[in-house]
């Protein structure tokens, strides 16, 4: 079994447990419990090309973090990372630009993309206000709602078949 480490990075409040519990358990909780540190939990993905089992061990880490979590030991062999912005938080997707170009930076070929969450908050015609950087780096993106499942199996199966694609 392929098994890789995935970070889970983020603003506060943005739904990066949510996201995970949703793909672990099939659940959305409306009870919200920050996270304190790092949660760590085994997510298996189906239908990885090649056909070998795949795992993620994905470490949800604590919003409070910011940038300084690159200088700590939780991203130390980290393989890929989700960093997850709220689409009714401009401030929160600010912070999302720069974690994914931190992440870049420490973690050169390793595989990330922008999570844009929360899109069951927006009507599916509603323009979506985003940081500029975001176009102007050309950072990879997807919409996603942990509420409704909206895009979560597939953004961790992008993750996983971009891994074993680049052999990392």
């Known amino acids: 079994m392929i098994q890789r480490k995935l970070m889970l990075l983020g603003e506060i409040g943005v739904g990066k447990t949510s996201t995970v519990r949703r793909l672990v358990f099939d ?4 009870n919200y419990k920050a996270t304190v540190g790092t949660d760590i939990y085994t997510v298996d993905v189906e239908d990885v090309a090649g056909g070998e089992p795949f795992r993620f061990i994905v470490w949800d880490t604590d919003g409070n973090f910011g940038e300084s ?7 130390r062999q980290a393989h890929a990372a989700l ?10 997707l600010e912070a999302m ?11 050169p070929g390793r595989f990330f993309t922008c999570v844009l969450n929360k899109a069951d908050m927006l009507e599916e015609d509603q323009p979506r206000e985003l940081p500029k950087r975001l176009a102007t780096l050309g950072l990879p993106t997807i919409e996603t709602s942990a509420k409704t499942g909206q895009n979560v199996k597939a953004t961790f199966a992008e993750a996983a078949a971009t891994i074993v694609r680049r052999g990392l």
């Open 83 to 92: 960093v997850i912005g709220d689409l009714t938080r401009m401030k929160s």
């Open 27 to 30: 659940k959305f909780e409306t």
């Open 69 to 75: 979590i690159f200088r700590s030991v939780y991203v």
């Open 97 to 107: 630009v720069g974690l994914a170009e931190g992440f870049a930076d420490a973690m």
